[in-house]
Nanobody
Framework: QVQLVESGGGSVQAGGSLRLSCAAS????????MGWFRQAPGKEREEVAY????????SYADSVYGRFTISHDNAKNSVYLQMNSLKPEDTAMYYC?????????????????WGQGTQVTVSS
């Protein structure tokens, strides 16, 4: 059974850090697009970052570039999102997702597996 389980969300003050984790099971995450998305109330879902472990490639949204780092642990079949210098506008529900089309990692419709999400709240 395929499953993605996020953890690590919470409440921090602006300038603080959080590290999100996504534990995958039922498939090998290394051969997929592994993405982190976020959605704030009243806003569209936004792709924050993705990684393709088998290609050692990463990509970030402009809004988080230089502050967030995505990484993958093959042994743990997990993906992480280190978030530094957090801003109030980073407040959202964060979702981990996996997609088998590693040539289409920017296409949200190609992500077939989704976690339940973890809330991140940044106060000013």
């Amino acid at each position: 059974q395929v499953q993605l389980v996020e953890s690590g969300g919470g409440s921090v003050q602006a300038g603080g850090s959080l590290r999100l984790s996504c534990a995958a099971s039922g498939f090998r995450s290394s051969g997929h697009c592994m993405g982190w998305f976020r959605q704030a109330p009243g806003k569209e879902r936004e792709e924050v970052a993705y990684i393709v472990p088998v290609r050692s490639t990463t990509s970030y949204a402009d809004s988080v570039y230089g502050r967030f780092t995505i990484s993958h642990d093959n042994a743990k079949n997990s993906v992480y999102l280190q978030m530094n210098s957090l801003k109030p506008e980073d407040t959202a529900m964060y979702y981990c997702a996996a997609g088998p089309r590693i040539d289409r990692c920017t296409d949200v419709s190609k992500y077939t597996y989704w976690g339940q999400g973890t809330q991140v709240t940044v106060s000013s």
